[in-house]
């Protein structure tokens, strides 16, 4: 069925009976050419492109849960391609460009919504820092300004300017940043998929890798042995887990990340805001409420929760950059675990084993990368070489020293 | 008026007067907003989310879907404030939101014309066309739509605080199982926090006027406060909140300490967030009434019968004037009658089930309580004017539609037990289908739950329960305890029949009326395939707004259940999350806002160097002297220009004590520091020192810094002001993990000493006027790179370094901190003949970007010792961190950008860190770029801009020229590559 | 997160700095094989969903190395102990 005003309209006037699944509740085949592991964005997004673009239409998608339950459902919704190093800025300002066609190849609204993205920074160091950045992105063909206190005063007057500890000197912007509804894109790429034959298959965990000699062949799951030709794996947060049932160990972490937002509020901030003197970002969403978050907890977790420490941290964060928000009560908040890598920069990849694919260690930055994840992700299981924009994502780097270290702290995930 | 003459927990010697959208009403101490505006017979409160319908006041707790108003003005205005919460105080002024023109004609209630379009996830459909009308046009319209309440318009005014509390057992809820909890814990001698979210203890007791030990119950709450207050080991807080367990028997609270006051008292907080450390907890936190939905149930007047009750009894305050009870359990039936024999005129029950207990039905007749079995509100009636409230019912019961006249309904579809804080470590809460609810699954470490927030109902049970626990918990920590005498309570049966949904009722059945997600939403829900319980919330939105789903959750998914065929159990919750209600920002900041955000470092000199008129920066937790300005001077650029020249040309000084510095003491000293640093250090001579750079174990550069041994096993370093804690963190590891074999001791000195650096050709002798006789500083005593020990200003030890980051010849003096001050005084009393000159930071910056030196603009983390132009520093003789990785081929490529110096071709051009290097004639395109403009400065002595940075092939590429690309800047134009070294390049000024 | 540190005793995880993981052993760096060696050591993680080792340096404390076994799934922390043993 077509999204449309017309069936709106339709539906309206037939008290909304005609509605069809958004996708299907499919029951696993006994083979498939590719299984992709994991129904959140990137996986999803991979069915969709290998359909879409390859061609490749006997492909299944298993998640162990719900799709989108995993960290394609607890994030903030960002989305940028405001990177520094060459290995990264080419892929997500493909992702940007992704994004912004999505909604229209998809006919679903993922209220994909370019309001902007503004880095503040608090010194001539970070202000030097952020205009190499800049100049970087435009390198890349993506948008930058550089504002100085004044610009940013003449976007967010209520910002704390005249007060503040670390005084707001500036900040990089990037017009065509901004956010998108995260289930949304999850069930217009799931609606996508299945239409051109993809079967999802939710509830369904995948407990082993069938082999044949050293290539893999399958999986072994909750709902039964399932064939494939391919098996990629797209399960950032528990990407360690799965590469342990190939025998693999990889330059992960998986740490928790925690998600806040507030009461629905009228309109108040328009894009988003990142803090330069603490760990604070912030946007508000389309309901209207306020979605902020900063740092990770820092300890290796699968817990999906995390402590008061960093809700502290990120709230103290909140009130030094706009105080007027103190009143304001948090509605929720939530955890994801995250696979943190050694670089802080992902992998998309040949698993060792012929036959396993890897995209994995998105660390907290999965979602802006979600379309350019699927698009490289599938170029990469239906033709076996890297897709132009995502060269550097090489599980060798690690060994050959070609690391894509934006934050320059090295092989420290919690860091990153 | 609707306020009984008599009863009620109100103090009616103390009326306060309130205002609500602008008009003037009256209320009582011991009144929330609702229970006032109640009295007052306001009914029209709020409007709802979506479709802008007319609310009024739904409950009598934190469970409030509608009544949400802007409590308060200016400053202090807080949006989404639950009327059900706040405490009446003289002069509160609160108004609706979400309306406009004013909350009776609301414009956008048009949006309810609409309803029939605008189902769950229309938006999901739609707005797609053409795309760049999104942010343009549709979603503007969204935005204004959105959104509750607003925002203070300025700063909070008000301050908050945090603190820690530690006790044996914390008791969640001060109602009858609490009180018995923290009774018997305290007895115990335990130290016991009674947390209770009200301003007043009791819970359930307050709102209902049954007997215990055969006196009224209130009796039993004041004699049980009474005890509870007399012991030393128990402490109670009301008006605070536990929302969350975290790892480790940690608690969050905040407690409210004065938004029951006007305006706070001065200095005392609004509220604080406790961070409560417990052994033992056990959760009494009650359980939560949920309706039945019906088309129309949303209309004001609607209301669940607990809370009208709680009204009744605990307010005095009658919710209407002609009362009616729908409802499906026994709980509302005693709601309903003990209502009516307050004086409530309740006029009929109606009751889904065909049967009642003969007990019940006997009241009810003996009260002239029409009562209507196996019925179902079908239709609620309201007049036609806009922003009207309930004026009647339809009721169908045995085949027959009848019409009833009644400005208030009183629901009740059950009750659920309060498990929120049960699944805050993951723990999933089970059904019970014998009282149609979820009760707690698994429970964090530590706690336990007891009363009704377990599922038990009756105030026996609930009695007992609380007692057990309270000494259970106490009796883990190895305390004696001793059994609670239970008092005597009436029988209570709950005798539940699960109803949740009157199926073809007319019009609208809201299921989470805040967010306006109706029954039929969850039907198209289901038919578009989002049924497991997490898509069914994402994407209706159902439970998602500030009531946190409260009365909706479990009724919106029992729909489902109904719909799927599942079991309510088997189709389970959603996940409850922290904050169990939600809790304010400026809570969690505490005091960290402003200039308090962050602790603030002041340098030793900092005093000193204020009183000379010095402009500070802020540098990491650091204020440093940027420059000193002095009169006549028109920008910075002049000062820093006239500081840079007179340390060349004569004297100068600045405070480095933020640099970190470490001491080592131990006969492995040496070896450790030839482990860590990439160069040898073990055979360092005594009173030398060595420039040292580290890497981490990826052969990155982690710092740099001069390390000076001061005797056989006794090295000090300093290390970059940015990475001391990180630097000392670093080399403990090594000690205690890597090397514990190595005999050497750490110890962090960055803070015992001030450290003051003095460049310049009379450096010597400005020094050598404060030093005592003894302590020599000529070129023989203390050459390049030397280090002693000696003494300063009669008699202050002092460590005096040879060593010069300027270029120049210079020196750095070491005094305890407590000396700083005065070591620059003397220094500066010493110079005056040489017109010693105060410099900042800037001219520190601009002096080592003369010399060369690289600085916290290279030490990105990204770079290795040989991208700056350090690599041959590394012995090749022996192991150090980092050696083996930065053998990678990545690390390794001689073709990284490494450490060159620019000049514009024109030299009136100024450079701009943060460029890029392209190769001129080449494109602006990633491919092409080599590198980028790591430091600039205005050099006073060659009279142009200069800049270090990171090129390509640089060393190479000296004397050709590269395009510096700065398009966020709007610049663009060749420069020069040069050497990394603008001045004295065979380093002869600084061994003078 | 309350860590049991064996010197100051149980104190609020945010006084501490994580490291991770506390099995890995730095390699031997004159071995033959110790470019491999030290890729694992440095980037290779068991990450486990369950019992981990880890280090955990008391930072705002007695600046001591503590290897704290703690589960990653419910934070159960069931043992803390010095790094380096005997001291």
Redesign the interface.
Known sequence: MRYSFLSLLRNGLSGQSGWKPAWRDASPKPSYDVIIVGGGGHGLATAYYLASQHGIRNVAVIEKGYIGSGNAGRNTTIIRSNYLLPGNEPFYEFSMKLWEGLEQELNYNAMVSQRGILNLYHSDAQRDAYARRGNAMRLNGADSELLDTEGVRAMYPFLDFANARFPIRGGLLQRRAGTARHDAVVWGYARGADRLGVDIIQNCEVTGLIREGDVVTGVQTTCGEIRAGKVGLAVAGSSSKLAAMAGMRLPIESHVLQAFVSEGLKPLIDGVITFGAGHFYISQSDKGGLVFGGDIDGYNSYAQRGNLPVVEDVCEGGMALMPRIGRLRLLRMWGGIMDMSMDGSPIIDHAPLPGLYLNAGWCYGGFKATPASGWCFAHLLAKDEPHATGTAFRLDRFRTGHLIDEKGVGAQPNLH | MSRLSSGGLIDRARPLSFRFDGKGYQGYEGDTLASALLANDVRLVGRSFKYHRPRGIFSAGPEEPNALVELREGARREPNTRATLVELFDGLAASSQNRWPSLALDALSVNGLLSPFLGAGFYYKTFMWPAHFWEKLYEPVIRRAAGLGRAAPEEDPDHYEKANAFCDVLVIGAGPAGLMAALAAGRAGARVILAEEDFRVGGRLNAEPGEIDGAPAGEFVAATLAELCSLDNVRIMTRTTVFGVYDGGAYGAVERVSDHLATPAPFQPRQVLWRIQATRAVLCAGATERPIVFGGNDRPGVMLAGAAATYVHRYAALPGKRLAVFANNDAAWRDALAMKAAGANVEAIIDIRPDIAAPLAREAERQGVRTILGGQVVATHSGLLPGATLSGLTVAANGRTERLAADTLAVSGGWSPNVHLTCHHGGKPTWRADIAAFVPGSTPPGLTVAGAAKGSFALADILREGAEEGATAAADLGLATTILALPPVADERYAITPFWHVAGSKGPAFVDQQNDVTAKDIGIAHKEGFRSVEHLKRYTTLGMATDQGRTSNVTGLAIMAELTGAGIGETGTTIFRPPYTPVALGAFAGHHRGQDFRPTRLTPTHDWAASLGAVFIETGPWLRAQYFPRDGETDWLETVNREVKAVRASVGLIDVSTFGKIDLQGPDAGAFLDRVYINTFSTLAIGKARYGVMLREDGMVMDDGTTARLGESHYVMTTTTANAGKVFQHLEFCLQVLWPELDVTLTSVSEQWAQIALAGPRSREVLARIVDAGTDVSNDGLPFMGAIAGAVMGGVPARLFRLSFSGELGFEIAVPARHGEALAKALMAAGETFGITPYGIEALGVLRIEKGHVSGNELTGQTTAADLGLGRMASTKKDHIGRVMAARPGIADPERPSLVGFRPVDRTQRLRAGAHFLTPGKAAEVGNDEGYMTSVAYSPHLGHWIGLGLLKDGPERIGYRVRAYDPVRGNDFEVEVCAPGFIDPKGERLRG | ??IPCPYCG?R???EF?????ATVT?PD??AAD???A????????????GV?Q??W?H?NGC???VTVT?D??????SSAV????G?
């Not at chain 3, 010095?82 to 043993?85: E, H, K």
């Open positions: 997160m309350r149980a609020d995880a945010h700095a994580y490291l991770g993981d730095r760096p004159s110790a470019p491999a030290f890729h694992d050591y440095v980037y290779l993680r068991d990450n486990p969903a981990h880890e280090l340096y930072a600046r001591r190395w703690r990653t799934r419910t934070h159960a922390i010095f790094t380096r043993s001291s």
